[in-house]
């Protein structure tokens, strides 16, 4: 209580604000002066603070090797891992778009069952890629990362076999990888984007797609994906037929700004910033257009703190309100869970971020966190 509430992106925050928490769900929110708070309840000073709810990260990967073996991580390492890279920076909802399945599921289920916090997690598990496109396991290790045995596809028959078998083993739903392999070995096959996307959304589930061009947008826009999960800067700004193609389907984007600074770090800087400025350019095409933003770093293969992220989400116009939606109500909707997370309203999974100050006028702030709770649960509590 005490703090400014932001119910949902678009509501002006309600200064000195109440949220009642009752069974892990919100149960009242509201100003000082309008919700009772019984005196049986325990209370949470956010004098001065922000309240927002949960946050989500739409492409996360929990393929580096301190996930290995998840099963017999100890509990207080596996919650000290998941909170340096997830709760302390407000994430109580991932999307992991690659990783070892059975693995990814053991972390989820230690979460699930109480044992340790953490955030809900939804999975794709392995990837559907060309086969020799992905690094051989040598190069994986180097790069700190588990071996992974993605699906190989070189025909539209191949991608429908796959995403079956994944689907069968209960994945939130399906990625392609266009990563082309070194020649002269075919790219991914044109016709295997939709037959994946046909199989996918017969089960209910998204498809999200990894392009390296323009091009792979485009052809991932029409053979209707839900999610791009990368912005493209090594070819260039998207022209109009790509942006309208993308807004046409309907697709989301995590921009993933971040990544290619990262990415290019021992290249020369201008080319890295040559990079990240064009990047910058295709999310602010993007966002004009009024195309759906799911905010998302490919955490996991970049450091962990998202606060130039969401600094660099600014440099590309976007306003404080279409930030935070890209953080709650867009993923909330994009992936079925808009009456459950995403925004601080009565009935509502009591997913909620507390934020040191008022991050409305510098968006870094986002990244600064005094709580988080999932469930009404704190999983997360600055130390300073
Ligand atoms: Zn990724």
């Known amino acids: 209580?005490?703090?400014?509430?932001?119910?949902?992106?678009?509501?002006?925050?309600?200064?000195?604000?109440?949220?009642?928490?009752?069974?892990?769900?919100?149960?009242?929110?509201?100003?000082?002066?309008?919700?009772?708070?019984?005196?049986?309840?325990?209370?949470?000073?956010?004098?001065?603070?922000?309240?927002?709810?949960?946050?989500?990260?739409?492409?996360?990967?929990?393929?580096?090797?301190?996930?290995?073996?998840?099963?017999?991580i100890p509990a207080a390492e596996l919650a000290r891992q998941l909170q340096d890279m997830l709760t302390r920076y407000g994430f109580t909802s991932v999307f992991d778009l690659g990783s070892p399945w059975e693995n990814t599921r053991v972390i989820r289920q230690r979460i699930e069952s109480g044992e340790v916090p953490g955030p809900r997690i939804r999975s794709t598990g392995e990837v559907l890629i060309a086969p020799h496109a992905m690094p051989a396991d040598n190069i994986l290790a180097v790069l700190g990362d588990m071996p992974l045995r993605n699906l190989e596809v070189t025909s539209a028959e191949q991608a429908i076999e796959a995403s079956q078998k994944l689907l069968e083993k209960g994945v939130d739903g399906i990625k392609v990888h266009l990563q082309p392999p070194p020649p002269p070995n075919p790219p991914f096959p044109a016709n295997a984007i939709?037959?994946?996307?046909?199989?996918?959304?017969?089960?209910?589930k998204p498809v999200f797609v990894h392009p390296n061009s323009g091009a792979d947008v485009l052809a991932a826009a029409r053979a209707g994906v839900d999610v791009i999960a990368h912005t493209t800067p090594q070819s260039g700004p998207w022209d109009q037929t790509i942006l309208m193609a993308m807004?046409?389907?309907?697709?989301?984007?995590?921009?993933?700004?971040?990544?290619?600074?990262?990415?290019?770090?021992?290249?020369?800087?201008?080319?890295q910033e040559r990079y990240t400025n064009t990047a910058v350019g295709q999310l602010q095409a993007w966002a004009a257009l009024g195309g759906t933003v799911l905010f998302g770093t490919d955490m996991g293969a970049v450091d962990y703190d998202p606060a130039e992220e969401y600094a660099l989400m600014s440099a590309a116009k976007m306003n404080f309100p279409q930030i935070l939606a890209s953080l709650t109500t867009a993923p909330a909707e994009r992936f079925g869970d808009s009456q459950r997370l995403g925004r601080i309203a009565p009935g509502l999974e009591a997913d909620l971020?507390?934020?040191?100050?008022?991050?409305?006028?510098?968006?870094?702030?986002?990244?600064?966190?005094?709580?988080?709770?999932?469930?009404?649960?704190?999983?997360?509590?600055s130390a300073d």
């Open 353 to 381: 971020v507390v934020l040191k100050g008022g991050p409305s006028q510098n968006v870094r702030g986002l990244a600064a966190v005094e709580y988080t709770l999932r469930g009404g649960r704190i999983i997360y509590r």
């Open 247 to 271: 807004k046409n389907a309907g697709v989301a984007l995590t921009p993933t700004l971040t990544l290619w600074k990262s990415a290019m770090r021992h290249d020369l800087i201008s080319m």
């Open 1 to 72: 209580m005490g703090g400014a509430i932001y119910v949902s992106p678009t509501a002006e925050p309600i200064p000195n604000g109440v949220v009642l928490i009752r069974g892990g769900k919100i149960s009242a929110v509201g100003s000082r002066a309008t919700v009772q708070v019984p005196a049986t309840f325990q209370s949470l000073d956010c004098s001065g603070r922000t309240i927002t709810a949960g946050f989500w990260n739409s492409h996360v990967h929990f393929f580096e090797r301190k996930w290995t073996n998840a099963a017999a």
């Open 194 to 204: 939709p037959a994946a996307v046909t199989q996918a959304h017969r089960a209910g």
